[in-house]
């Protein structure tokens, strides 16, 4: 695998890169790495809200998926396994991380470098959308970047959160609402 080359893994499609680290060349898990790492990392960030819980989260559910490759039942659909063993790892991490006083995202944090940045956000709507994001409750936080962050149908959002179709929409309807309220009229009053 090491001669064929960076862009060769690059061209490789999730089933077979899973099938070549099944096989043994370990590496290759590499370009999975590299294709899930920076879209991943805005997901974790954006439901934690630090990047250092984020990092962790991350990197535990890569880990997790490396030891349990031999698990991941269509490796066609590696990078919604994936997301399902990272919103697991970010329910963890925020249940314990409760207690801690959440943040928003911060300039500095922008700038980290498991790159959160996305090309069509700007840095006052990033951090207006920052501050609502993280006053939603952690259902409704998960549903909202699902379907609009990571751009997922509700019947995939049901596999990687183990939640029903119709309780899924209920999430994003109510985070769309709240949403709005918070970026339009300044709703300061606690999530519902």
Sequence with gaps: MADAGVSHVVELSDAALVDIV?????EAYAGLVARYRDRYARFALHMLGNREDAEEALQDAFVRAYRSLHRC???ARFGSWLLAILANRCRTAGGRNSRRERRFVSAEDRHYA????HPAETSAWREEIGRALSRLDADQREAFLLKHVEEMEYEQMAVVTGAGVSALKMRVKRACERMRRMLTEGDDAPAR
């Design 114 to 117: 498991i790159a959160i940045d």
């Design 22 to 26: 099944l096989k043994g060349e370990s």
């Design 73 to 75: 039942g269509d490796p």
